[in-house]
């Protein structure tokens, strides 16, 4: 017999996957990554070398070369939700998580996790408390409610208030107001959902007070007014004001739900941005029930906050699907650092990241880019061409959606194809910390203000792979 055809198969001469885990070599890994994770790494590691052998490959690798390929495989894999550079020019961008926490907020969701924290507990009575007392008194002094509670977004805000109050009854809204915002959130399905009975009055461009007061009726639960926050409807229009819907619903007994979307706590024009009505000035309209967001404009973690008359929060808090909507003890501590922030105005655009950006000048931002062209242009060498341009940028989450700040940002023109500008746009993608900005007019456009002067070094060596 041929001595070659009695010699083993390559493929039998692989190691065993628990031979692999118990040599000396897999310590590390299944220290840094656990036992499941290695193991499944090795068997794609030994997987990869059948293949490779069945395909004519000479050498059976050796216990070293499948672990170095399974630790390639562990290593490899980073996490789905890791950080990125927003250079979109959109400072709320609904799809990179809205705001950005302050410091204050950080430290406190941190704590928050590293400890026990009486999150239902009153210290003074040593009994139940409840979470809500943590940022009850704040939203009263912020806002001027009476009360307040908050649910995990301002769309279960919503829902709970349309449910609690207009449950199997008429919850009349203008067709102007029937809004539908991103991820095909439609307040209609929010309104069916809730088990209200969607009454629509007047027309898309014009609603009159008359259209209100011909809609109510015994089965009326409440009357809903919505904030159009990523839409303006202009021209031949018209619309009842909150506070004369508040004065229509007192009349009618049956309460006014004004839902502000966005909403803000402080004057936006002291900081450049087109002035919006605030939060307390809705509450001092009359409304009933005022709903908006903690993580747009507010600057803070995602929460649906409601402020209103005690004895409407009284009747949402008995609802059983509040405790279904409720925040954690991680969030509910971010909520009230980022509110007692809102305690000192004088240093706020200092503190809170949002308006920090929101008030940077196109000369700060502008001057940001100058000091960054030419290393940028460095890295891509002579495929690229790299220009300071002009830009506009935009609040983003349907905040103020016909309004624009000016901008400055790193214009990347490819020296030859199109296509080229979309490989590289790919690969600053897949970069350690990925890289997002926008195509636009034939060129990869990096708005620069939402990167901070401290961070330029570390986006700089993100570049070269090294951050």
Not at 224 to 243: C, D, M, P, Q, W
Not at 319 to 325: E, H, I, S
Not at 444 to 458: F, N
């Amino acid at each position: 017999m041929d001595m070659a055809d009695s010699a083993p198969s390559p493929l039998r001469q692989l190691p065993a996957v628990a031979t692999l885990l118990a040599s000396p070599q897999a310590v590390p890994l299944l220290e840094a990554h656990g036992r499941i994770a290695t193991t499944d790494a090795i068997r794609a590691a030994l997987e990869g070398a059948r293949h490779a052998l069945r395909s004519g490959a000479a050498a059976v690798p050796d216990i070293d070369a499948l672990l170095v390929s399974a630790r390639s495989q562990l290593e490899g894999r980073p996490a789905s939700l890791r950080p990125v550079f927003n250079l979109t020019g959109t400072v709320l961008h609904t799809n990179l998580g809205r705001a950005l926490l302050a410091e204050a907020a950080i430290a406190a969701a941190t704590e928050a996790m590293r400890h026990p924290v009486a999150l239902e507990y009153d210290l003074e009575e040593g009994a139940r408390g409840e979470r809500d007392d943590h940022v009850r008194e704040l939203l009263r002094e912020l806002t001027g409610a009476e009360d307040a509670t908050l649910v995990n977004n301002n769309a279960a805000a919503v829902l709970l208030c349309l449910n609690t109050f207009a449950l199997g009854h008429g919850a009349i809204v203008s067709r102007g107001e029937l809004i539908e915002i991103g991820g095909a959130f439609r307040m209609p399905d929010i309104m069916a959902r809730a088990g209200a009975n969607m009454v629509e009055v007047g027309t898309t461009n014009r609603t009159h007070a008359a259209d209100y007061r011909n809609a109510i009726d015994a089965n009326t639960g409440l009357i809903l007014k919505v904030h159009t926050s990523n839409y303006r409807i202009e021209g031949f229009t018209a619309e009842v004001s909150a506070r004369d819907l508040a004065h229509m619903a007192n009349t009618a007994g049956i309460p006014l739900l004004n839902d502000l979307g966005s909403g803000s706590l402080v004057d936006l024009s002291a900081y450049g941005v087109t002035r919006e009505a605030t939060v307390r000035e809705a509450v001092a309209e009359g409304a009933h029930l005022v709903t908006f967001s903690g993580d747009k404009l507010l600057g803070g973690p995602q929460a649906g906050f409601i402020v209103g008359s005690r004895a409407s929060i009284e009747a949402i808090n008995r609802n059983p699907l509040k405790r279904a909507l409720r925040v954690d003890k991680m969030r509910m501590a971010a909520i009230e650092a980022t509110l007692r922030l809102y305690r000192d105005p004088d240093r706020l655009a200092e503190r809170l990241p949002t308006l920090r950006f929101l008030a940077r000048s196109r000369d700060d931002v502008a001057a940001q880019a100058g000091r960054l062209r030419d290393r940028v242009a460095a890295h891509l060498g002579e495929t690229f061409r790299v220009e300071v341009g002009m830009c506009n940028s935009q609040v983003g989450s349907g905040a103020l959606p016909l309004d624009t700040l000016p901008s400055a940002a790193l214009q990347i023109h490819p020296n030859g194809s199109q296509r080229t500008l979309d490989e590289l746009a790919a690969a600053w993608r897949g970069l350690p910390r990925p890289v997002i900005g926008r195509i636009t007019d034939g060129a990869l456009q990096l708005d620069l203000r939402c990167l901070d002067e401290a961070d330029e070094h570390i986006f700089l060596s993100n570049l070269t792979g090294r951050a």
